[in-house]
């Protein structure tokens, strides 16, 4: 907060990191939308950063997160915002595994499956493609979330690949161990 007070309007990502402990969603939302609009800003004197570009596809994956996981999902316009943020995510980063996760969890919750699927596909080719010390690699979090998604859609052989990946990560993630031993069977 003091940041923020006394320097509004630089360093975005302070207020990406602030909407994350906020407890009231419609705060939190405002603080994203700030820090993705100073992004923006940044991004006008360096147009290829693809860092930025990133940064602020997460930024409008987290606006669709929030919009599906808290009581922000009851507003009249909650998909329209969800679909648009995502919409735009992926026009800054088509490749954000943030963003085509979130896609895929708006897929799956609409029971469309066969979007899910071809979004699931995307997020496990560029998985395949990226070298797990890169920095944009996956975290465990997300990888256990990403198999998850394709055993809800009953892809339980790519489940089990994704797993064997976050497994190598972290051995002793004993949820991960238990998924996979399900996924199996």
């Known amino acids: 907060k003091k940041s923020i007070s006394m320097d509004p309007e630089n360093n975005p990502q302070k207020y990406m990191t602030f909407a994350q ?5 419609n705060e939190a939302f405002q ?15 360096t147009p290829s950063d693809i860092g930025i570009k990133a940064q602020i596809a ?3 994956s987290s606006i669709a997160e929030l919009f599906m996981n808290s009581k922000l999902c009851e507003e009249k316009n909650a998909e329209e915002t969800v679909e648009n943020a995502l919409k735009e995510a992926l026009k800054y980063d088509p490749k954000s595994i943030d963003a085509l ?5 708006l897929r799956i919750i609409r029971e469309r499956d066969e979007e899910a699927e071809t979004v699931l596909n995307n997020i496990y080719n560029i ?16 990888l256990m979330n990403i198999s998850k998604n394709f055993a809800e859609i009953n892809l339980f052989e790519k489940a089990t690949e994704i797993l064997d990946i976050m497994i190598k990560m972290d051995d002793e993630d004993l949820e991960g161990w238990y998924l996979l031993a399900f996924y199996h069977y």
Do not use: A, C, V
């Open 127 to 142: 998985i395949k493609k990226t070298d797990e010390n890169d920095d944009n690699f996956p975290d465990h979090d997300m």
């Open 58 to 60: 997460r930024g409008y």
């Open 21 to 25: 402990m906020l407890s009231d969603p």
């Open 31 to 45: 603080s994203y939308q700030k820090g993705i609009e100073l992004y923006i800003k940044q991004l006008q004197s």
């Open 101 to 105: 996760f979130q896609l895929s969890n």
